[in-house]
Every structure is written in C-alpha cells, then in structure tokens.
C-alpha cells in the first residue's frame, strides 16, 4: 500500500477523484481515504497547513494503515535559481530550516536526539518519480527541500535558506513527514510543483499557480500509481 499526504485539498483532488472503491477514516481530525488507483492500494489524506498537523498525519498513518512507502505531494516555493515556477522538484533529502538549537552549539537545521539534519528520501522510488515528472512533460529538477512553518516571502529568508542547506525549494509539510517515516523505517518520498519563487511576489504568485502546480504534481503521482502492477 502507498501512503499519499498532501498538505491542502487542491493538491489531493485530482488523485482523490480517480480513486476506485474508495472509503474515508477520520482520525486526528483528519480524514484519510482508502482505496485503489490503478492497480494500486492507496490511503491518501489532506493534512492541513504546517509541520504539526503533517507529523501527527503521518504517525496516524503508519500506525493505522502501514503503508509500505508515503510520498508527499504538493507545492512549494522556488529559491534555488535553478529552479522556475511549475518545475518539479523531487526531493533527495528534506530539512527542517526552522529547527534552530545553535546557540547550544549545534549546526542549523539539526534534530537533537536522532543527531540529523537532513533526511534522505527513498532512492529508487524517487527515481521512478523523477521519470514519471519527464514522462508527464513537466520539468524535472532534483534537490534538497527545506521545510518549515513559514510562507517564505522575501529574498533574505530564501537566500538564507538555500545557502545554508543547498535547498531547492521551501515547504511547509515535507521534512516533519520524512523525520515521521524516518523514525518508523518506512520508505519516504516528496514531490512537489513551484508555484512561486518564494520571494517578495510569493503571494500573488502563490494564488496565481497554485491550483496549476498542485495538479502537475497529483498528474505525475497518478502517472506512477497507474504503473504499478496489480
Ligand atoms: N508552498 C508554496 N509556496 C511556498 C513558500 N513560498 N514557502 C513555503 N511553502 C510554500
């Protein structure tokens, strides 16, 4: 079974609409649907906004359904310049750049306790996405995604974030899942579609692209979901 999280309804609709027999489980005030998209057994769930609603999703997750690999979907801002509006970024490692214990000594970005600062995704299921990203026409792009509970909005905060973890782009969802799976040995990957540069046009941007990113990503992970064999 594949585990889908996304964070807003726009990016889980489209997966949610061509899924089969489906039947939905509210837990944690979130509701999670079960079922089948293309040979494949799904449980999707629309998270809500921010890193406390993401991790409390997953862990119900992997406790109620054990899923055998989650990929996140969604949205996310650019601040890489390598990166453009509706490019797909498919996530390498995810990092926390909120997470902040420096004065202790510690390097920006690390989780006290499991001693990490970047959480690799799944290598082989990342590849497949990545080919599912061409295979669909969208532009690929590999990278770090850096997540925290901010909308970033202004060059200083995106130049501090890709220089001080090489990240591609700025989320708000995707490292809290990937410390979640990490800590449970479940197989994690993250996809998500540019909707803005992250920067002082992020939010007319953001509510220009959102809708058409959210459904490039959903598209791919459709893509992939329709490949896998029954
Ligand atoms: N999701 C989409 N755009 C974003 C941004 N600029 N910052 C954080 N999360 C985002």
């Known amino acids: 079974m ?10 889980a609709e489209l997966i949610l609409n061509v899924m089969q027999n489906k039947a939905p489980r509210a837990l944690c005030g979130i509701t999670f649907w079960q079922g089948k998209v293309g040979g494949e057994d799904v449980v999707l769930a629309t998270c809500g906004v921010g890193k406390v609603f993401a991790a409390a999703c997953a862990v119900a997750m992997i406790m109620e ?8 979907t969604g949205v996310a801002g650019a601040v890489s310049s390598e990166v453009n509006k509706l490019d797909t970024v ?7 750049h909120d997470m902040d214990t420096t004065p202790l000594g510690d390097d920006p970005g690390l989780i006290s306790g499991i001693n990490k600062v970047f959480f690799e995704t799944d ?23 850096a997540t925290g509970d901010q909308f970033v909005a202004d060059n ?7 220089t001080l973890f090489g990240a591609s782009c700025a989320d708000m969802e995707g490292g809290a899942i990937a410390q979640v799976c990490f800590v449970n040995n479940v197989p994690f990957a993250a996809l998500r579609t540019m909707s803005d540069g992250a920067d002082g046009d992020a939010s007319g941007d953001f509510a220009e692209f959102c809708n058409k990113a959210a459904k490039i990503s959903s598209n791919v992970l459709i893509s992939y979901l329709n490949s896998i064999k029954a």
């Open 156 to 162: 200083e905060t995106k130049k501090r974030i890709s």
């Open 123 to 145: 290598r082989s299921l990342s590849d497949e996405l990545y080919g599912f990203v061409e295979l669909c026409g969208g532009k690929a792009k590999r990278g770090v995604v």
């Open 65 to 72: 359904f054990k899923p055998d690999r989650i990929i996140n």
């Open 2 to 11: 594949t585990g889908i999280i996304a964070a807003m309804s726009c990016e």
């Open 90 to 96: 498919v996530a390498t490692a995810l990092v926390q």
